[in-house]
């Protein structure tokens, strides 16, 4: 089973609508990452969480929300979806004990806002 | 700021030797990371530097000299399931990873 779930894993929706994406993890990780990543561009953090009381803005919050409802759970929220938020999202955990503290990575969401 | 560069595309042959160049300019720094992403997958972590030199693992290496602000990957004996993006990607003073756009690798037969 994957360690790191993402749901859905496609979505079309409209402009205006209020979108939820999920995520959940099994690797008992503290830190947990929303990013999002377009064609030709990195990825871009969106909102961080360093444990279930700490919720941290990225580079790019605007227009985003999120929820960390347990140490296994992260929730980003568009509130009104808008065209340019159509990308590949996705989300990730680390380790603060190890010394790299790598990030492990869901299989994405693509978004699609119309 | 946050910059940090590394090309767009490489091409490269089966069974040979690549090296994939990353710079990047900031004031603070914890390390810096190489992932591996396959189309339509997510990134996978390949590598960490946060002392100058070299790290060796297996076919794959990857170099840091932090008073030059650059880092390289190298890939031997290249096969085919290579083909990949390779993203560079820097630890800030905030402990947050700034993201290269990544280079599309290509290797053929």
């Known amino acids: 089973d994957a360690d790191v779930t993402q749901t859905p894993r496609n979505r079309i929706t409209k402009t205006g609508k209020r979108i939820m994406l999920e995520c959940s993890q099994t690797k008992g990780h503290d830190r947990m990452y929303w990013y999002r990543q377009d064609p030709g561009l990195g990825l871009r953090l969106i909102y961080y969480?360093?444990?279930?009381?700490?919720?941290n803005k990225g580079e790019i919050s605007d227009g985003y929300s999120v929820s960390r409802q347990a140490q296994a759970k992260f929730s980003l929220s568009l509130e009104s979806a808008i065209p340019n938020q159509t990308a590949l999202y996705f989300c990730a955990t680390s380790d603060l004990e190890r010394e790299s503290d790598e990030q492990f990575f869901g299989p994405g969401t693509r978004l699609t806002v119309l | 700021g946050q910059n940090i560069d590394q090309p767009t595309e490489m091409t490269a042959t089966e069974g040979a030797i690549v090296q994939i160049n990353c710079t990047y300019q900031?004031?603070?720094?914890?390390?810096l990371f190489w992932y591996q992403q396959h189309a339509g997958e997510a990134p996978t972590f390949l590598s960490y530097?946060?002392l100058d030199g070299l790290e060796e693992k297996g076919r794959f290496s990857s170099f840091l000299s932090r008073s030059k602000g650059y880092s390289y990957l190298l890939l031997k004996e290249l096969q085919m399931k290579d083909s990949a993006s390779y993203l560079c990607?820097?630890?800030?003073?905030?402990?947050?990873?700034?993201w290269g756009a990544g280079t599309k690798l290509i290797i053929k037969p």
């Open positions: 969480s360093f444990d279930v009381k700490d919720i």
């Open positions: 900031t004031s603070g720094f914890n390390g």
């Open positions: 990607a820097y630890m800030d003073s905030n402990y947050q990873l700034i």
């Open positions: 530097n946060v």
